[in-house]
């Protein structure tokens, strides 16, 4: 049957896309986890506020991962102590941020789209990041129970010498270091293979190509690109090219972001990794609905203002 073979060509094609971000991600882990909490406090920033959003945006857009790859790191970052705010910025400036899909947008869409899209979201990770800690603050959401506060006289260059002259790295230490992160990422890898199916069942039913004719620059547009967004799991490889095809063959710049940013804003991948993380509830739902709204607002001003120019 024609919708099982492209089914499972789907599934072949996603794996084969992502399994170097997944084990990438799994080497990130075995050595987070191998790093004391304090060194990971002391490089996000142990206080809560704008600073260590700001941190946290700038590692999650400096990361060569995708999304796949980036949510078992933010899970980890979360049981080091990160505040919510810190891992909801990292998880959402992260995605499709990456050294070599950055060239690969460059490419597809030019510099100066790039640049943009780049820009708009890490300023929506720092915003939700930062609502985030607002709402801890007024006991809304729950804080991260796993956060602690630096030593008085702790010093991290300091700290690091010590450590590091304490370490013996052998190989027995390496394969107990990569055993633990094989271990700890099964939840993540779990849902992962979830999503795969799931994004490959509804590409066998709903043709890519399709996208283009009908993501112009409106209202529907923007709304039908959103909803797409948000009922395909698909990983960042593969939402670029797609990305790239709404702005250069439908002229709808904001769309195209939408696309990019709607899926990371409504991942049920990242959603459910994040309840499971957190376990809260609140926590996982919270993400779509305080980064999405910002999503479409800025797509549409993107439209508006791309429709002014022509």
């Known amino acids: 049957m024609q919708w099982l073979n492209t089914a499972s060509h789907s599934v072949f094609e996603l794996m084969n896309n992502t399994w170097w971000a997944i084990l990438l991600g799994i080497v990130m882990i075995s050595i987070l986890g191998r790093i004391p909490r304090e ?51 990292f998880l959402i400036s992260s995605p499709w941020n990456s050294l ?41 959401l729950p ?35 990569l055993t633990d992160g094989i271990l700890e990422s099964r939840m993540v890898v779990r849902w992962l293979l979830f999503g795969v199916c799931l994004a490959s069942l509804l590409r066998a039913a709903i043709p890519p190509e399709l996208f283009a004719t009908f993501l112009g620059p409106t209202l529907v547009g923007l709304g039908i690109t959103v909803l797409a967004a948000t009922l395909i799991e698909i990983c960042s490889e593969g939402s670029t090219p797609i990305a790239a095809d709404i702005l250069n063959r439908a002229n709808a710049p904001g769309n195209s972001f939408a696309f990019l940013m709607g899926g990371v804003a409504t991942d049920y991948t990242e959603v459910m990794v994040l309840k ?34 022509l």
């Open 39 to 89: 060194f990971v406090m002391s490089a996000l920033g142990n206080k809560p506020g704008l600073p260590g959003i700001i941190r946290a945006t700038l590692a999650g857009t400096l990361l060569d991962l995708c999304s796949h790859g980036v949510l078992m790191v933010g899970s980890k970052l979360y049981e080091r102590g990160a505040s919510i705010g810190q891992v909801v910025a």
């Open 143 to 177: 804080k991260n129970p796993q956060t602690s506060e630096l030593p008085t006289n702790w010093r991290f260059w300091t700290e690091v010498r010590s450590q590091w002259g304490k370490t013996d790295i052998d190989a027995p230490f390496v394969f107990r270091m």
């Open 100 to 140: 070599s899909l950055t060239l690969i947008l460059i490419t597809l869409i030019g510099l100066t789209w790039t640049v943009g899209f780049i820009l708009f979201s890490m300023l929506i990770a720092i915003i939700t990041g930062r609502l985030f800690e607002m709402l801890v603050k007024r006991n809304v």
């Open 276 to 309: 499971e993380t957190t376990k809260s509830w609140r926590i996982a739902l919270f993400l779509p609905l305080i980064s999405l709204p910002q999503v479409i607002v800025l797509a549409w001003l993107i439209n508006l203002s791309y429709i002014a120019n």
